[in-house]
């Protein structure tokens, strides 16, 4: 009985160490010259996988707009904070910098696969550069 806990144990450990976590920067421009920007816009992620946005420039913050049905969204990030998201419900989440919306700042983050909720994402309202990028993105996943 011992030995199944202890394999049970390591096989439990070994599968959280292959889940790697990821980290986007908030950014007031990026490397490639864009201005108000995530350091990544479409986010792929499994199951249960965190992310964490570092406020690497001042004045952003983590507001998602929508998610899949049955997904709780939380609440809005504090400006120049860093925050960190896990999420166990499949699907496609739709976030953006409260105070950059109008200049395109959004993002994406595509958990597990599940495309299933695009047409309800892409019917999320946005206006002027950040409802060409949303329609952008929806494009290429």
């Known amino acids: 009985m011992k030995k199944i806990l202890l394999n049970l144990a390591l096989i439990l450990f070994a599968s959280n160490l292959y889940a790697a976590d990821l980290t986007i920067d908030m950014l007031n421009k990026r490397d490639d010259g864009k201005r108000m920007v995530y350091s990544v816009e ?38 120049n904070k860093d925050v960190s998201i896990t999420f166990d419900t499949p699907g496609i989440y739709l976030y953006k910098c409260t105070p950059h919306v109008g200049m395109g700042m959004i993002g994406i983050v595509v958990v597990g696969g599940d495309t299933s909720n695009k047409e309800a994402i892409a019917k999320a309202k946005l206006s002027g550069k950040s409802k060409k990028k949303r329609d952008k993105f929806l494009s290429e996943i």
């Open 42 to 79: 479409v986010a792929k992620i499994d199951k249960g996988q965190t992310i964490t946005w570092v406020a690497k420039d001042k004045g952003h913050n983590v507001e998602m707009i929508k998610g899949p049905d049955g997904a709780t969204l939380p609440k809005k990030s504090k400006l």
